[in-house]
């Protein structure tokens, strides 16, 4: 049965950081491309990036590109996402995504919570 496991959310001041975790089971986790994806207060889904399945290659939206850094253990069946520079605007719910066939998302995790406030 796949699984993907989100972790590492909290409260983090402004300008501050937080490295959010993915565990992944169930699948051949170094076979598919992983994103995160998040959810604002309010808002509709936002796609975060994405990694390769090497973790040679990521792809980030231009309101987190310079301060996100995507990153996966294949040994480990587990993805990251380092944040830093954290902003009001990051706040959301973040989700975990394996990308399936024919370019689905098809796997979600449960969430993890990001609140950035001072």
């Known amino acids: 049965q796949v699984q993907l496991v989100e972790s590492g959310g909290g409260l983090v001041q402004p300008g501050g950081s937080l490295r959010l975790s993915c565990a992944a089971s169930?699948?051949?986790?170094?076979?598919?491309?992983m994103y995160w994806v998040r959810q604002a207060p309010g808002k509709g889904l936002e796609w975060v990036g994405g990694i390769n399945t090497g973790g040679g290659t990521a792809y980030y939206a231009d309101s987190v590109k310079g301060r996100f850094t995507i990153t996966r253990d294949n040994a480990k069946n587990t993805l990251y996402v380092q944040m830093n520079s954290l902003k009001a605007e990051d706040t959301a719910v973040y989700y975990c995504v394996r990308l399936g066939s024919w370019y689905v998302y098809d796997y979600w995790g449960q969430g993890t919570q990001v609140t950035v406030s001072s």
């Open positions: 169930g699948f051949t986790f170094s076979t598919y491309w």
